[in-house]
């Protein structure tokens, strides 16, 4: 099990010490004599560097290690391993997934939702269902107070008259029952228009907005059903929906790259000088034998575009313009709570997804397997023995993971990913842990950076 883990970002030099989250920026003499797993003896690492480093040298950079060590911020034990594995806490559902549409008037080429059609069943939840799923996610939030409810698809502006009529029942039922339900709303930003971006902007505590940045690359993917590209009808909506937000209403612009665009810095940049400063672009999921997928020979050109955006965003810093790349969030401070380090996105214990027939599933990914239903919102209650499984499927039941240090950034993984990929929501989707990895590294050094001025 690694301890610290050590990277080269630009051309510093960085130790990470895994258990305490603690970052050390640090010179080539010190990145030597640090091992993964411990710090080794000083007679052997003068032995090791004697033709490096003077012995007074590496004295005195180990009399400092040391120091380190007995301070607790270098070669940490884990305190959460028991904590971990000895849980036997209630879980209560604090975040849900509304599938509102089976449907939605876009093809993207590599739509996890088999390109809008759910498999043939185009379907739009009904308002009883979307009651009847409010019930229930506060009946199963037990004292938790506060209750995230993202209104997916699909498009879910299909269904904009019966997400008003849902969010009309969701604010009446807060109130009775002392919940706070913050929605979302992921969007390709087709239908908005002024009255549904006035809506969501009042109601929606995020708005996630589609765009896979250039307009060829865009075009190339997030298709019409006609065949035609997007981009020149959702960008000015977009715009409309960003300029309407104030600073104290989060979104964001997401975009997917795949294969035809691994220069994805571009779509990035192109994002950045539309003017949005808050941008996902994130790495496409399919299976190896679509011609869209990623593969691990495309890893290098994908790792040279991070670093890109790296130089990229301290450049922005540096000129006093504010922008967020998703993917490049990290606390160094505070970081998340120990259990979400732990277990991640809460899947199937703690979030759940609902699908328009009011079937529950432990996320919108893992819809359609029978294997996975949960129960419905008419019961009112959930397979626990399923919940278990994904409470769990922490980093600490992961062989892969255990051995990892990213373990308390990445939490294991996607358990949707690891199962479409490996059959097993215990073994990590590798060519995403690799992605991650980078993504750590770059967000750890950018915000190291940030903060030495």
């Not at 190339?220 to 009808?233: A, H, I």
């Not at 979030?351 to 079937?359: F, I, K, N, R």
Request: glycine content about 6%; charged content about 30%; aromatic content about 10%.
């Amino acid at each position: 099990m690694s301890l610290i883990h050590k990277f080269i970002q630009g051309n510093e030099r960085y130790v990470v010490d895994v258990n305490s989250g603690v970052v050390h920026l640090i010179d080539e003499l010190v990145f030597d004599l640090l091992d993964d797993n411990e710090l080794k003896s000083l007679e052997e690492l003068k032995e090791k560097y004697r033709d490096k480093y003077e012995a007074t040298e590496i004295e005195e950079a180990y009399e400092e290690l040391v120091q380190l060590v007995k301070e607790g911020m270098l070669y940490t034990e884990d305190l959460y391993e028991d904590i971990a594995l000895n849980d036997k806490s209630k879980s209560f559902i604090k975040a849900l997934c509304l599938n509102v549409a089976h449907d939605c008037n876009l093809k993207c080429k590599y739509c996890f939702a088999d390109e809008g059609e759910y498999k043939g069943c185009r379907k739009l939840m009904s308002i009883e269902v979307g009651k009847k799923a409010i019930d229930f996610v506060i009946n199963n939030s037990g004292p938790r107070k506060n209750i995230e409810i993202d209104l997916f698809g699909g498009e879910p502006l299909l269904a904009f008259e019966t997400i008003k009529e849902i969010i009309d029942y969701a604010r009446e039922q807060e109130k009775i029952h002392n919940k706070t339900i913050r929605f979302t709303m992921t969007t390709n930003a087709t239908l908005l228009n002024d009255e549904i971006i006035e809506y969501i902007d009042k109601q929606m505590g995020n708005i996630v907005l589609s765009i896979d940045g250039r307009k060829a690359v865009n075009d190339n993917v997030r298709v019409r059903v006609d065949g035609s590209g997007s981009y020149e009808r959702i960008l000015p909506k977009i715009k409309a929906m960003v300029e309407k937000r104030d600073k104290s209403k989060q979104y964001y612009v997401r975009g997917t790259f795949t294969r035809d665009n691994t220069d994805f810095y571009e779509d990035v940049k192109h994002l950045a000088d539309l003017g949005f400063n808050e941008v996902s672009v994130e790495p496409v999921v399919l299976p190896d034998e679509h011609e869209l997928s990623l593969r691990k020979e495309d890893l290098p050109v994908i790792f040279e575009q991070y670093d890109k955006i790296y130089y990229e965003l301290l450049k922005m810093n540096e000129e006093g313009r504010p922008f967020k790349f998703y993917h490049f969030n990290i606390d160094l401070q505070g970081g998340p709570c120990v259990y979400k380090r732990i277990s991640g996105c809460g899947a199937g214990h703690e979030y759940v997804a609902v699908t328009p027939d009011g079937d529950i599933y432990p996320c919108h990914q893992f819809v359609g397997n029978e294997a996975y239903k949960m129960g419905t919102v008419f019961d009112g209650n959930i397979d626990m023995e399923i919940s278990e499984t994904f409470k769990k499927a922490h980093i600490y039941n992961k062989p892969i993971c255990r051995e990892c240090w990213a373990r308390f950034y990445c939490s294991g993984g996607c358990q949707a990913n690891n199962f479409n990929f490996n059959g097993d929501i215990h073994i990590p989707y590798e060519l995403g842990c690799e992605m991650q990895k980078k993504r750590i590294e770059c967000a750890i050094a950018l915000k190291s950076k940030i903060m030495e001025k």
